[in-house]
C-alpha cells in the first residue's frame, strides 16, 4: 500500500471523526485500518492523531497534512476523469449537480440524451437548492444562476436568464393592470423565501425606458420556498410574482398568466445560466455534456419563447 491510498485512509479517519466508522465505510478490520495510519505516521515521522478512548483529534501537523492528503486525493481524482474521457469512445462518470427545478425541466433530459448517445457513460445526477461545494464534494459541473463567486472555478456562460414580472388573469380583474412599479408594490405578491433568504424586494426602472433604478419592498400572504408552487398561486390569482423564464416549462398562456409593466425596465446584471467546473483543463466528457445541454435550451434560449413578444419586453 502506498504513501497515497494511506493519505485517503487518513481522510476517511478524519471526516468520519473515529477508526471505527472509517473502516466501515471502507469495509476493512478496524486494527487494519489503524495499523496503515500508524504506518504514515512512521514514514512522515510525525505524529498526526491525538488518540484517546473516545475520541481523535488532529495535531498540528495533522491539521496541515491533511490539506495537502485533500489535495493529492483530488489530483488522482482528476487524473483517472482525464484518462477516461480520452478514450476513444466517450466513457467515464461524471458528477453533474443543478437546482432542483432546473435540473427536472433541462439537466435530466440532457442526461437522458447523452446517456442513450454514450452507452459507456455513467452519472451521477443529484438536484439541490442548497449551493453545493462543487471541489469539496467532488462534482464535475455544477449549473448555476450567476457567476460562480470562487476564483478557482471556471465558468462558461450557456443562457441568458432573462425575467418577467407575471400574474393571472383573473388577478388583473380582481386588482386591476398596475400601471407603475408604485402601484405593483401596493398588491399582493408571492414571496420567494430560501434559506435564511426572503426575496421581498422588485428593483425595476423609475419609470418606462429609464436607466435609473428604484428598489421597492413588496409583501403578500403567501411565502414559499418551492418554485412550482409559485406557479401554482400565479394560477390561482393569489398573486404576482418576478420569475426568471428559465423557471417557465411551457407558454404563459397555456397557465392563464400575462406579464406586467413591460415597458419598464430590469437592472442590467450578470446574471445567467452557467456551467461550472473546477479544472482549467475541461475535459472533453465535461464539454460533450455541457454542449448537450446547450441544445436542450437553444439558442436563444427556448423560455424567451414562453412569453409572446418577449424580445420587445422591458428594453
Request: proline residues 5%; aromatic residues 8%.
Amino acid at each position: 500500500m502506498g504513501m497515497s491510498t494511506r493519505l485517503d485512509l487518513f481522510i476517511d479517519v478524519v471526516i468520519q471523526g473515529s477508526f471505527a466508522k472509517a473502516a466501515g465505510i471502507r469495509n476493512i478490520d478496524r486494527s487494519a485500518l489503524s495499523k496503515q495510519i500508524k504506518i504514515l505516521e512512521d514514514d512522515l515521522g510525525v505524529r498526526l492523531l491525538n488518540r484517546s478512548t473516545r475520541a481523535i483529534s488532529l495535531t498540528d501537523a495533522g491539521k496541515e497534512i491533511y490539506k495537502q492528503a485533500e489535495l493529492v486525493r483530488e489530483l488522482l481524482a482528476n487524473t483517472q476523469r482525464i484518462a477516461e474521457s480520452y478514450h476513444s469512445t466517450p466513457k467515464g462518470l461524471l458528477r453533474i449537480t443543478s437546482s432542483t427545478l432546473f435540473g427536472k425541466i433541462y439537466i435530466q433530459p440532457a442526461v437522458n440524451l447523452f446517456m442513450e448517445k454514450y452507452p459507456d457513460t455513467h452519472i451521477k445526477l443529484v438536484l439541490e437548492d442548497r449551493r453545493v461545494d462543487i471541489i469539496g464534494e467532488s462534482f464535475d459541473i455544477a449549473f448555476r444562476i450567476g457567476p460562480p463567486r470562487d476564483s478557482s472555478l471556471i465558468a462558461r456562460k450557456i443562457a441568458n436568464s432573462n425575467s418577467a414580472i407575471l400574474a393571472s388573469e383573473s388577478f388583473i380583474e380582481k386588482y386591476g393592470n398596475p400601471e407603475t412599479p408604485e402601484e405593483l408594490a401596493k398588491l399582493p405578491a408571492i414571496i420567494f423565501s430560501s434559506g435564511d433568504s426572503v426575496f421581498n424586494k422588485l428593483t425595476i426602472s423609475e419609470s418606462p425606458g429609464s436607466d435609473v433604478m428604484c428598489t421597492h419592498n413588496i409583501s403578500g400572504r403567501l411565502e414559499v420556498n418551492e418554485v412550482s408552487v409559485i406557479f401554482n398561486a400565479l394560477e390561482a390569482g393569489l398573486g404576482y410574482s418576478h420569475r426568471g423564464l428559465f423557471t417557465l416549462e411551457k407558454n404563459i398562456k397555456e397557465m392563464g398568466l400575462v406579464p406586467l409593466l413591460t415597458n419598464y425596465k430590469f437592472p442590467e446584471t450578470n446574471w445567467g445560466i452557467y456551467a461550472v467546473y473546477p479544472h482549467r483543463n475541461q475535459t472533453p466528457l465535461i464539454k460533450l455534456f455541457i454542449e448537450t445541454v446547450q441544445g436542450i435550451i437553444g439558442t436563444p434560449p427556448v423560455w424567451d419563447s414562453y412569453v409572446d413578444g418577449y424580445d420587445k419586453m422591458y428594453k
